[in-house]
């Protein structure tokens, strides 16, 4: 599918400020400085259209684009990040919460990693959490410029072991090169279609 159309909608911070969303809705997930603001301009070809970061954990909304007009990407804060309060966490760790239990949103996952990472407890923590609420769920693994070619597929490999999923949910990515960018576009497109 091609990106025609970007906009920014709004962004929330808190539940009760959310309009009607009556169109498929892709998260992008992940720790703080994961690749989730780059991620979202390359998909949508834009150079400064999601805000990205030098200080990482500054996002602290649910930031909503629409995308062709056919579904919005919610660019989420990152979590993990040490050096925000234990009072913020727990206002971010609500509007998260709350966002997740409105049932009307038609929600699908992208867990974006970065490669050379290990997914950790809280990783692990989220994905359960996401499981359990049934979402489907496409891992992104960000920043694959920065490891040799011919060590993606190892990678990726471990990834998938790690997160015991099919093959075809871990997407080896890179917002230098636009690897990947292909392989999410036909996924959206697929989420579009079935919506
Ligand atoms: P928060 O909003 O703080 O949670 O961060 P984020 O997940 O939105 O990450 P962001 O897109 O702001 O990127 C963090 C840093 O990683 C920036 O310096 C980006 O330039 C860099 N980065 C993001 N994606 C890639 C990538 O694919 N390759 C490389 N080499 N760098 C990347
Ligand atoms: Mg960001």
């Known amino acids: 599918m091609e990106i025609k159309k970007s906009e920014?909608?709004?962004?929330?911070?808190?539940?009760n400020n959310l309009t009607e969303i009556?169109?498929?809705?892709?998260c992008i997930i992940g720790r703080?400085?994961?690749?989730?603001?780059?991620?979202?301009?390359?998909?949508?070809?834009?150079k400064k259209f999601a805000?990205?970061?030098?200080?990482?954990?500054?996002?602290?909304?649910?930031?909503?684009?629409?995308?062709?007009d056919q579904f919005f990407f919610v660019d989420f804060p990152g979590f993990g990040y040490?050096?925000?309060?234990?009072?913020?966490?727990?206002g971010w760790n609500e509007l998260i919460d709350s966002f997740f239990q409105l049932e009307k949103v038609r929600k699908y996952i992208f867990f974006l990693i970065d490669c050379r990472r290990q997914p950790d407890n809280i990783d692990y923590e989220f994905i359960d959490y996401l499981r359990e609420k049934k979402l489907p769920?496409?891992?992104?693994?960000?920043?694959?410029?920065?490891?040799?070619k011919s060590k993606v597929s190892g990678i990726k490999s471990i990834f998938v072991e790690s997160f015991n999923c099919d093959k075809n949910l871990v997407i080896p990515y890179s917002s230098l090169t636009k690897e990947g960018k292909e392989k999410v576009l036909n996924y959206i497109e697929?989420?579009?279609?079935?919506n």
Not at 32 to 46: D, L, Q, R, Y
Not at 51 to 68: A, C, D, E, Q
């Open 8 to 15: 920014f909608k709004f962004a929330i911070f808190n539940i």
């Open 22 to 26: 009556d169109l498929p809705t892709i």
């Open 32 to 46: 703080s400085n994961a690749g989730k603001s780059s991620f979202i301009n390359t998909i949508v070809g834009k």
């Open 51 to 68: 805000y990205v970061s030098s200080t990482p954990g500054k996002t602290r909304s649910l930031n909503f684009y629409l995308i062709n």
């Open 82 to 90: 040490g050096a925000i309060s234990d009072l913020t966490k727990k």
């Open 137 to 148: 769920i496409v891992y992104i693994l960000t920043k694959i410029d920065k490891i040799p």
């Open 190 to 194: 697929r989420i579009v279609l079935e």
